[in-house]
């Protein structure tokens, strides 16, 4: 069965750094565009993050940048997001969501603008706090 599998999650200080994984079970990442998306209670789902398949260019939402940053690996066929500087609002589910239509640009994919993923991951909690 196709899935995207996520870990790296759990509950750190703030200030302190947590490394998630996106792994593609039966199928490789390396056609996808990749983003990183979270939901937090009683909050919208927002793109935190996304990077393009091709030349691995990256978009980050405005109150991620210079925190968090997005990797991918095509020999391990898993995709990383970095989360450096942590604060008590960036509690939320976070998911790994996989695009095979890679017309649009990943700014617009991680704003889910004018394309639809393909795959959801099952996601993993991150929760900041002392």
């Known amino acids: 069965q196709l899935q995207l599998v996520e870990s790296g999650g759990g509950l750190v200080q703030p200030g302190g750094s947590l490394r998630l994984s996106c792994v593609g079970s039966?199928?490789?990442?390396?056609?996808?565009?990749i983003g990183w998306f979270r939901q937090a209670p009683g909050k919208e789902r927002e793109g935190v993050s996304c990077i393009d398949s091709s030349d691995g260019s990256t978009y980050y939402q405005d109150s991620v940048k210079g925190r968090f940053t997005i990797s991918r690996d095509n020999a391990k066929n898993t995709v990383y997001l970095q989360m450096n500087s942590l604060k008590p609002e960036d509690t939320a589910v976070y998911y790994c969501?996989?695009?095979?239509?890679?017309?649009?640009?990943?700014?617009?994919?991680?704003?889910?603008?004018?394309?639809?993923?393909?795959?959801w991951g099952q996601g993993t909690q991150v929760t900041v706090s002392s």
């Open positions: 039966d199928f490789s990442l390396n056609y996808y565009d």
């Open positions: 969501v996989a695009f095979s239509d890679r017309s649009t640009s990943i700014q617009n994919m991680c704003a889910m603008r004018y394309t639809a993923p393909d795959y």
